[in-house]
């Protein structure tokens, strides 16, 4: 995540025919990416794609931020310094291989 330079929200990601996101705005104004893949068993042999295309970069006007979630299933969250009014909860069940 990092910080918008024109006060709008932007949303960049990397998509193809097998690695797409289902990308919804709720009422509430909750912003939610989720992974909506149309992988074959067989894709998941193999080499990862590069880790530039299994990244997804949230930026965001700082005034906006009253309360701030984010979570996710396989990568680190990274975050520059921010101004919250609210609350934040930051939660990342990545797996780490041994």
């Known amino acids: 995540m990092s910080i918008s330079e024109d006060n709008q929200i932007h949303l960049v990601y990397f ?9 919804t705005v709720s009422d509430e104004n909750t912003l939610t990416v989720t992974s909506a893949g149309n992988k074959d068993w067989t894709d998941y042999v193999g080499t990862k794609p590069s880790a530039e295309n299994r990244k997804i ?8 931020i ?7 299933t396989n ?12 609350g934040i909860s ?5 797996f780490v291989k041994e």
């Open 57 to 64: 970069s949230l930026q965001i006007p700082n005034a906006l």
């Open 75 to 86: 990568e680190d969250i990274s975050l520059p310094s921010l101004t919250v009014t609210g």
């Open 66 to 72: 009253n309360t701030l979630t984010l979570s996710t």
């Open 90 to 94: 930051i939660s990342s069940n990545e």
């Open 15 to 23: 998509e193809n025919s097998k690695e797409t996101y289902d990308i």
